[in-house]
Structures are given as structure tokens and as C-alpha cells.
């Protein structure tokens, strides 16, 4: 019997009789958006807590900015490559043990990492960390993917992603308020202590497949017309065919991961480095810092609502809506290189600018992964896109703390400046993509 036995997708049960179908459905489908968004946004406070004290550990330790950035480049390269690999294997899996699973690894290693105090095992727990934390967005994706049909999924993503936002403000007041209750580690501690805890609640509330319940696809269950370029009926993909026919051969994927590759340079350029910025430019202290965290994250809920919601009134076209939210941010970053010192509340308000308008394009183009792809393969597809999001968090983690030791802040914020405008330009490209247009006939 196979290690991972336990991970294999939940067969399915006979069906229900249609009364008892019209009574669990809606309270299970709230139940799986429920259990993936307080799950997904645990393992922000598992993965954002080390920004918030980077510049503390740092000076205990006497790591340099450099080394800093080499932690942050190497555990997004990490969790890009863990996002792709494990949401193939999601495909495959339960998301229900899967999703948990991630946690506890993840708990471990934030446990190790704040036991510790050498570079190397710094690099390489938090580098592990990141391709474990890969096993949070897939499964979420297969099950609300299963559980809500296509023409719902602008405005479900839009209120699940909230989950971006509401993890990674934790994750900075979080890691703020342990750090000064009792030092950087705390920071490490106390966030792998609620990762444990949301790890049993997953296995609780967590559930598979409708069918794997007794329920019809929620295809039948809404009366809308099957995925336009689902394929596979409900049968599950071998890895080969997977990640060929319907990842590598899929030419609208690698256009929105194109764009994505930016998207997340845009992301995560304040999420990393925001608050030693603030700190070392704006004489900032460490719970100033973490509320820079907060209000970037915040800031994003009300506009992912409102993009997911426009989104799906404009027939699906994520990549014209996308676009539209990066301008402003392009317009932000320029804004904050010619803010004036003293005036911390106006770097906060153009954090704010970032948050809500960078996070909307972070959901619709993970929502794209979903729109273009069979729902069979969502996971691998959403993961496809993330793993260019974190190849660009990737040369931004590593490419800022370079710029930021040899050419000072301004040639760094300038240079994110210059990947929002190439994100903008890669959009415009898919400005008339919507689902339907992408016939099966052309995905190869």
C-alpha cells in the first residue's frame, strides 16, 4: 500500500435521492468555500511572516541584505516550482487530506526556522517552506472548480481570494505583535502553532468531488452548459496527458503567465521589501512596518470583489480588467520613489493604491488558469500561471536587495516600476480573450 495512499481523490458514492441532493448541496458548497478561504489564508501567516522581521533578524544575526534577498528569491523560485509540481499531483489527490497535509509540513518548518540561527538551514527551511506551501491554491482550485460551474467563478473567486488578503494582513500583525511581545522567533512560532490548529479543521470541513458525496456535477445541479473546452467528461487525467495536452500545448496559458511573471514583481515588491523600505527611508518601526503589510493587504478586498463581480459581467475577459487595475499601480510606484520623507502616511495611502489594485489581477489571472483549461486540470494550469508569478517574485526577492545594496531604493522602485509597465503591455494582448473563445480545437 502506497505512502500517500490517503491522498488518492474520494471514489465516488451512489446518488442521492433528489430531495436529499437539493438540501445538502448549497450547505456543502458553502462549506467547501468556507474551509478552502480560512484554509488558503492560514498558509499566508505560514509563508509572509519573514519579511516583517527580516531587518530584525538580520541585525541578530548579521545577515545582509543580500542574504535576505537570496531567502525570499530562493523560497518563491521554490514554491513556484512546488505550486506547479503540486498541483499536478493535486489533479490526483483529495483535497481535503492534500490541503491539510501542507500545513503541518509548513508548521515544521516555520518551527525549525525560528529554532534556528545558522544561514544555511535559514536558506534551506524556508526554501522547503516555500515548495510545501505549494500545496495550498491547487487543491482549493480542484475543489471550488468542482463544486461552482463556470459561469460563477468571477464572482466566487472574487470573494474566496479575499483569502490573499486577509491571511497576509494577519501574517504582518501577526508577526509584528509576537516579535515585540517576544522576539523575532515568535514570529516563526506562533504562526506554525495556528497552521497546525487550521490543519485539523481542514480534515473536519474539508470535502472532495460532488459525486464523491452522492451528488450530481454542478454542471447538472445549475442547469449551465459544461465547461466550453471541457473535454474529459469527469473522468481523471493521467499525468502525461495532463501536463501536455492540456498545460504545455495550451497557448493562452503561457500568454496570461506571461503576464503574471510581472504581475507578481508588482505583487510582491512592497509584500517583501515594504517594510525595511520604511524602516530604513522613513524611519519606520518594526509595528509600522507590519501594518504597511496590512494596509496593502487590506486594501485589496473590496477591489477583488468588485473586479471578480465586472469580470464576469464582461463575459469572462480577465485580461482586459486585469490590465486596467496595473495602471494605476505603475502610477503608484512612481508615486512612492517621489513621496517626501516625513510623510509616512502618504507611503501608506499609495500602499494602499498598490493593494487595491495589484490583487485583482493576482485572482483573475489564477481565474484564467481555470477558464482555459478542462476543470480536470486546474490545478496544473493554475499552477502553470503561478509558477511564472513566482519566477517573477523570484528575480524581484533577489534582483532588490542587488539593486538596493549597489544603487540605493530609488533604482530598485524604479526598476518595479518598469515590470507593472510590462505587465500592462503583455495584457493588451489578451484584451478580447473570454472562455469562449477558446475552442478546444485550438488549445494545441
Known sequence: MSLFAFLRPAPPRPRLPEEEIRRRYPRLRWQILEATFLGYATYYIVRNNLPVVSREMAADLLYSRSQIGDMLAATALAYGVGKFLMGAWSDRSNPRYFMALG????????????????????????????????????????????????????????????????????????????????????????????????????????RDTPQSEGLPPVEEYRRDAPDPIQRTGERELGTRELL??????????????????????????????????????????????????????????????????????????????????????AAAFAGIIFAPSGMLWLDLLLFGVIGFFVYPPVMLLGVAGLDFTSKKAVGAG?????????????????????????????????????????????????????PLTAHPSSQA
Not at 514583481?265 to 517583501?272: C, E, G, H, Q, S
Not at 528575480?395 to 510590462?422: E, P
Open 103 to 206: 500545513l503541518v509540513l509548513t508548521a515544521l518548518c516555520n518551527f525549525l526556522f525560528g529554532a534556528t540561527s545558522d544561514y544555511l538551514l535559514h536558506l534551506l527551511l524556508w526554501t522547503l517552506n516555500g515548495f510545501v506551501q505549494g500545496m495550498g491554491w491547487p487543491p482549493c482550485g480542484r475543489a471550488l472548480g468542482h463544486w461552482f460551474s463556470l459561469r460563477e467563478r468571477g464572482a466566487v473567486f472574487a470573494v474566496w481570494n479575499i483569502a490573499h488578503n486577509l491571511g497576509g494582513g494577519l501574517a504582518g500583525l501577526i508577526a509584528a505583535y509576537a516579535t515585540q511581545a517576544g522576539g523575532w522567533r515568535n514570529a516563526f512560532f506562533v504562526p506554525g502553532l495556528l497552521a497546525l490548529a487550521c490543519a485539523f479543521y481542514l480534515v473536519w470541513r474539508l
Open 244 to 329: 501536455l495536452d492540456y498545460i504545455l500545448r495550451n497557448r493562452y496559458l503561457w500568454l496570461f503567465a506571461a503576464a503574471n511573471f510581472f504581475v507578481y514583481i508588482a505583487r510582491y515588491a512592497m509584500l517583501d521589501w515594504g517594510p525595511t523600505y520604511l524602516k530604513d527611508v522613513k524611519q519606520a518601526d518594526v509595528t509600522q512596518g507590519g501594518h504597511s503589510t496590512a494596509v496593502l493587504e487590506f486594501a485589496g478586498i473590496f477591489s477583488t470583489l468588485l473586479m471578480g463581480w465586472l469580470s464576469d459581467r464582461l463575459s469572462g475577459r480577465r485580461g482586459m480588467v486585469s490590465l486596467l487595475c496595473m495602471i494605476p499601480v
Open 382 to 434: 493554475a499552477g502553470f500561471i503561478g509558477l511564472f508569478g513566482y519566477l517573477g517574485r523570484t528575480a524581484q526577492g533577489k534582483g532588490m536587495g542587488w539593486i538596493v545594496d549597489r544603487w540605493g531604493w530609488n533604482a530598485a522602485l524604479w526598476s518595479i516600476f518598469a515590470c507593472a509597465v510590462a505587465a500592462i503591455l503583455l495584457l493588451a494582448l489578451t484584451w478580447r480573450l473570454r
